[in-house]
C-alpha cells in the first residue's frame, strides 16, 4: 500500500512482479491444450491438462532498449554491404523477458551467421548451441533451429530462430561459420529430423544409427519402448493407471 506521497505501487514497478505477469498470462489466448499427443484422456503424465497461454507472435518496435538496437544496426549494416538488407533476411525482430531474437528466413541463414562473426561490429565469436523445437499446430513452419550466440568482444547475446516445414525439413548447416556447430546440428538433426544442408557428416549422434523416427518431435509416440533386460514395455500415457477422471 502506498503512503501519502509516494507514487502508487504500479508505479513503482509492482505490475512487473511473477503474480502480475501471471495473471496476464492467463489473459492470452489459448494456444494449444495437451502435448505429445496426450489430448482428451486420461494419463498419468499430467500432459492431457496442460494448457498453454500465449499472445500471437509480434514484432517487437524500435527502439529496442539496451545494446539491442545497435546489434540490429550493425547487422543491417554488414547485410546492406553486400546489396541486401535487414528486412530481406530477417522475418521480424523480438525482444522478449529482457532477450533479443532475430528470426532469420532460410535461405539467409549462413550470410546472417558469417555477419554475426566477423563484422567488427558486432563479433559474436562463440556458439553456444543449437536445439530444435517442435510445433505440429503451426502449419507450413512446424519445425524450428534456435541459435545461441555470445560475443566477448563486446559482452552481448543473441538468438537466432529459424523455420522450416515438415515436408521440406532443409536448414542450411552454419558448420562453415562456426564449426563448433557440427555435433549440436547432428544432435538436432537426431532428434527432431532438421536436415542441415551442407553439414559434412550428418549422422545420428545419441540414438542407434537404425533407430526409427525422431524421439524429441510432439507426434513421437510415448511410451510403448522394450525394456530390453526386462522383457517388459512401459505403456503410452492414455494406456497407463489413471489418477484422476
Known amino acids: 500500500m502506498s503512503t501519502p506521497g509516494q507514487p502508487p505501487a504500479e508505479a513503482n514497478g509492482d505490475g512487473n512482479l511473477p503474480a502480475k505477469l501471471g495473471e496476464e498470462r492467463l489473459t492470452a489466448p489459448v494456444v494449444r491444450t495437451g502435448m505429445?499427443?496426450?489430448?482428451?484422456?486420461?494419463?498419468?503424465?499430467?500432459?492431457?491438462?496442460?494448457v498453454v497461454h500465449k499472445p500471437l507472435p509480434q514484432s517487437s518496435s524500435r527502439p529496442y532498449g539496451g545494446y539491442f538496437?545497435?546489434?540490429?544496426?550493425?547487422?543491417?549494416?554488414?547485410?546492406?554491404?553486400?546489396?541486401?538488407?535487414?528486412?530481406?533476411?530477417?522475418?521480424?525482430v523480438a525482444v522478449e523477458h529482457g532477450e533479443l531474437t532475430f528470426y532469420v528466413r532460410r535461405a539467409s541463414l549462413p550470410a546472417v551467421a558469417e555477419k554475426l562473426l566477423h563484422d567488427p561490429a558486432l563479433r559474436f565469436e562463440v556458439f553456444s548451441g543449437v536445439s530444435g523445437v517442435h510445433y505440429p499446430d503451426e502449419a507450413g513452419r512446424e519445425l524450428a533451429a534456435v541459435y545461441h550466440l555470445l560475443s566477448i568482444?563486446?559482452?552481448?547475446?543473441?538468438?537466432?530462430?529459424?523455420?522450416?516445414?515438415?515436408?521440406d525439413p532443409h536448414?542450411?548447416?552454419?558448420t562453415?561459420?562456426?564449426?563448433?556447430?557440427?555435433?549440436?546440428?547432428?544432435?538436432?538433426?537426431?532428434?527432431?529430423?532438421?536436415i542441415f544442408d551442407g553439414h559434412p557428416a550428418l549422422t545420428r549422434i545419441e540414438m542407434p544409427d537404425d533407430w526409427p523416427g525422431h524421439p524429441q518431435r510432439k507426434d513421437y509416440p510415448l511410451g510403448g519402448i522394450p525394456v530390453e533386460y526386462r522383457g517388459t514395455k512401459v505403456p503410452p500415457p492414455d494406456e497407463r493407471r489413471s489418477y484422476y477422471s
Open 36 to 50: 505429445f499427443g496426450i489430448d482428451g484422456t486420461s494419463d498419468t503424465s499430467g500432459y492431457g491438462r496442460l
Open 69 to 92: 538496437d545497435a546489434v540490429a544496426d550493425a547487422l543491417g549494416t554488414a547485410l546492406s554491404a553486400d546489396g541486401a538488407g535487414l528486412d530481406d533476411a530477417i522475418e521480424r
Open 153 to 167: 568482444t563486446h559482452n552481448r547475446r543473441v538468438r537466432l530462430e529459424v523455420r522450416a516445414p515438415d515436408a
Open 171 to 174: 536448414i542450411p548447416s552454419v
Open 176 to 194: 562453415s561459420t562456426y564449426p563448433a556447430a557440427n555435433w549440436h546440428e547432428r544432435e538436432t538433426w537426431d532428434f527432431f529430423g532438421i
